[in-house]
Protein backbone atom coordinates (compact mmCIF):
# COMPACT_ATOMS: atom_id res chain seq x y z
CA UNK A 1 0.00 0.00 0.00
CA UNK A 2 1.02 3.59 -0.53
CA UNK A 3 -0.27 6.23 1.39
CA UNK A 4 -0.48 9.63 -0.08
CA UNK A 5 -0.60 13.23 1.84
CA UNK A 6 -1.83 16.51 0.11
CA UNK A 7 -0.68 20.02 1.52
CA UNK A 8 -0.18 23.72 0.53
CA UNK A 9 -3.77 24.54 -0.38
CA UNK A 10 -5.36 27.61 0.51
CA UNK A 11 -6.97 30.84 -0.41
CA UNK A 12 -4.80 32.97 -2.55
CA UNK A 13 -5.91 35.97 -5.57
CA UNK A 14 -6.59 35.46 -9.23
CA UNK A 15 -3.19 36.27 -10.50
CA UNK A 16 -1.55 34.81 -7.30
CA UNK A 17 0.52 31.40 -6.60
CA UNK A 18 0.59 28.28 -4.73
CA UNK A 19 2.54 25.20 -4.23
CA UNK A 20 1.08 22.02 -3.17
CA UNK A 21 2.84 19.12 -2.07
CA UNK A 22 1.74 15.11 -1.66
CA UNK A 23 3.96 13.17 0.16
CA UNK A 24 4.41 9.65 -0.19
CA UNK A 25 4.61 6.94 2.11
CA UNK A 26 4.51 2.98 2.29
CA UNK A 27 5.46 1.15 -0.95
CA UNK A 28 6.87 4.13 -3.01
CA UNK A 29 9.12 1.86 -4.75
CA UNK A 30 6.03 0.33 -6.13
CA UNK A 31 5.73 4.08 -8.04
CA UNK A 32 5.83 4.86 -11.47
CA UNK A 33 4.37 7.90 -11.85
CA UNK A 34 2.14 10.49 -10.14
CA UNK A 35 -0.34 12.94 -10.74
CA UNK A 36 -2.82 15.32 -9.73
CA UNK A 37 -6.52 15.85 -10.51
CA UNK A 38 -9.20 18.30 -9.46
CA UNK A 39 -12.59 18.03 -9.06
CA UNK A 40 -15.85 21.21 -8.10
CA UNK A 41 -18.56 19.61 -6.14
CA UNK A 42 -20.72 18.49 -8.94
CA UNK A 43 -18.52 17.89 -11.51
CA UNK A 44 -16.45 15.14 -12.68
CA UNK A 45 -12.55 15.25 -11.54
CA UNK A 46 -10.30 16.55 -13.82
CA UNK A 47 -6.99 15.77 -14.56
CA UNK A 48 -4.72 18.17 -14.28
CA UNK A 49 -1.14 16.86 -14.24
CA UNK A 50 1.08 13.55 -13.96
CA UNK A 51 4.86 13.43 -14.29
CA UNK A 52 6.76 9.86 -14.58
CA UNK A 53 8.71 8.76 -11.66
CA UNK A 54 11.57 9.47 -13.77
CA UNK A 55 11.03 12.75 -13.77
CA UNK A 56 11.84 12.75 -17.55
CA UNK A 57 8.15 13.00 -19.00
CA UNK A 58 5.37 15.29 -17.81
CA UNK A 59 1.84 15.84 -18.52
CA UNK A 60 -0.53 18.93 -18.29
CA UNK A 61 -4.30 19.28 -19.40
CA UNK A 62 -4.81 22.23 -22.01
CA UNK A 63 -6.17 24.39 -19.20
CA UNK A 64 -3.12 24.79 -17.78
CA UNK A 65 -0.23 24.53 -19.36
CA UNK A 66 2.43 27.42 -19.27
CA UNK A 67 0.70 28.02 -15.57
CA UNK A 68 1.18 25.08 -13.73
CA UNK A 69 4.63 22.69 -13.65
CA UNK A 70 4.82 19.63 -11.74
CA UNK A 71 7.86 18.04 -10.20
CA UNK A 72 9.04 15.54 -8.16
CA UNK A 73 11.81 14.92 -5.42
CA UNK A 74 12.53 10.99 -5.94
CA UNK A 75 14.65 10.92 -2.85
CA UNK A 76 11.75 11.53 -0.38
CA UNK A 77 8.94 10.49 -2.87
CA UNK A 78 6.78 13.89 -3.09
CA UNK A 79 5.04 15.13 -5.81
CA UNK A 80 4.86 19.11 -6.22
CA UNK A 81 2.61 21.33 -8.10
CA UNK A 82 3.71 24.45 -8.86
CA UNK A 83 0.37 26.72 -9.59
CA UNK A 84 0.76 30.44 -11.55
CA UNK A 85 -1.11 32.71 -12.39
CA UNK A 86 -4.41 31.42 -11.11
CA UNK A 87 -7.62 32.23 -12.30
CA UNK A 88 -11.34 31.47 -10.77
CA UNK A 89 -11.80 28.47 -12.06
CA UNK A 90 -8.63 26.72 -10.95
CA UNK A 91 -10.97 26.65 -7.74
CA UNK A 92 -11.33 22.90 -6.68
CA UNK A 93 -10.22 20.40 -4.32
CA UNK A 94 -6.79 19.14 -5.60
CA UNK A 95 -5.93 14.99 -5.17
CA UNK A 96 -2.61 14.06 -5.18
CA UNK A 97 -2.56 10.46 -6.82
CA UNK A 98 -0.01 7.41 -7.31
CA UNK A 99 0.04 4.86 -10.24
CA UNK A 100 1.95 1.36 -10.24
CA UNK A 101 1.79 0.68 -13.54
CA UNK A 102 0.88 2.58 -16.92
CA UNK A 103 2.13 4.65 -19.56
CA UNK A 104 1.64 8.17 -20.53
CA UNK A 105 -1.38 8.39 -21.91
CA UNK A 106 -2.78 6.11 -19.22
CA UNK A 107 -1.93 8.63 -16.61
CA UNK A 108 -4.79 11.09 -17.72
CA UNK A 109 -7.22 9.13 -16.89
CA UNK A 110 -8.14 8.18 -12.81
CA UNK A 111 -8.21 4.48 -13.50
CA UNK A 112 -4.93 4.53 -14.41
CA UNK A 113 -4.05 5.42 -10.71
CA UNK A 114 -4.10 2.86 -7.40
CA UNK A 115 -3.58 5.09 -4.89
CA UNK A 116 -5.19 8.32 -3.70
CA UNK A 117 -4.64 11.43 -1.13
CA UNK A 118 -8.04 13.05 0.85
CA UNK A 119 -7.08 15.91 -1.37
CA UNK A 120 -6.61 20.07 -0.74
CA UNK A 121 -8.67 22.36 -1.08
CA UNK A 122 -7.75 25.62 -2.89
CA UNK A 123 -9.88 28.46 -3.70
CA UNK A 124 -9.20 31.33 -5.91
CA UNK A 125 -10.93 34.52 -4.99
CA UNK A 126 -10.41 38.06 -4.64
Known amino acids: QVQLVESGGGLVQPGGSLRLSCAAS????????MGWFRQVPGKEREFVAAIAWSGINTYYADSVKGRFTISRNKSNYTAFLQMNSLKHEDTAIYYC???????????????????WGLGTQVTVSS
Open 97 to 115: AAARSGYGSSWYYGPGYDY
Open 26 to 33: GRTASIVA
